[in-house]
């Protein structure tokens, strides 16, 4: 497994965890609609980059689900990224169905997943870091929550591993 410098091991399966993001860059796909095709939708453009670039594949990949305007008819979004190794890379081409995107330096609060990604198991982890946030308010949610994926889809279901995450800060 080869993570971005700076990174943080996964959470062990079950552990919520208080973890520190440094700044990275990657690259990322937006897709709109069904969230739970979102990452399957974004592989092909997202490997297509680093490969015609030459950029090493690190782990994970990342879905960012991003909040509705609160208009009854918006659609939802999710930003999928593969993050480059390093934060100072730039690539020499861009298609337009990606983009560079650069993160600040954050802190999340983190809970390890194993086995298969499904939709299902992203919102039970969630709901479980917003329990764990209710019993420690010194933490504010300060954005979207997203989820880390880091095994290839040829990885059997059962040992997958994961993480979902909600940035924080302290009040």
Not at 62 to 85: H, K, M, N, W
Request: with cysteine; glycine share 6%; hydrophobic share 35%.
């Amino acid at each position: 497994m080869v993570l971005p410098t700076g990174f943080p091991e996964p959470a062990q399966n079950g552990v919520i965890e208080v973890k520190q993001y440094p700044h990275y860059r990657a690259v990322t796909y937006t897709h709109a609609g069904d969230l739970r095709q979102a990452t399957g939708i974004a592989f092909n453009p997202l490997f297509q980059h680093i490969s015609n670039n030459q950029i090493a594949m690190t782990t994970p990949v990342e879905a960012r689900y991003t909040a509705t305007s609160g208009e009854i008819d918006a659609v939802p979004q999710a930003e999928v990224s593969f993050l480059y190794p390093e934060p100072n890379i730039a690539p020499s081409s861009v298609n337009s169905a990606v983009e560079i995107t650069d993160t600040s330096p954050m802190t999340v609060v983190s809970i390890g997943v194993g086995g298969a990604y499904t939709w299902e198991s992203y919102e039970k982890n969630l709901q479980k870091l917003k329990d764990w946030l209710q019993e420690h308010p010194e933490y504010e949610i300060v954005g979207p929550p997203r989820r880390f994926f880091y095994n290839s889809p040829m990885t059997p279901e059962a040992t997958k591993i994961s993480e979902v995450q909600i940035p924080i800060k302290c009040r």
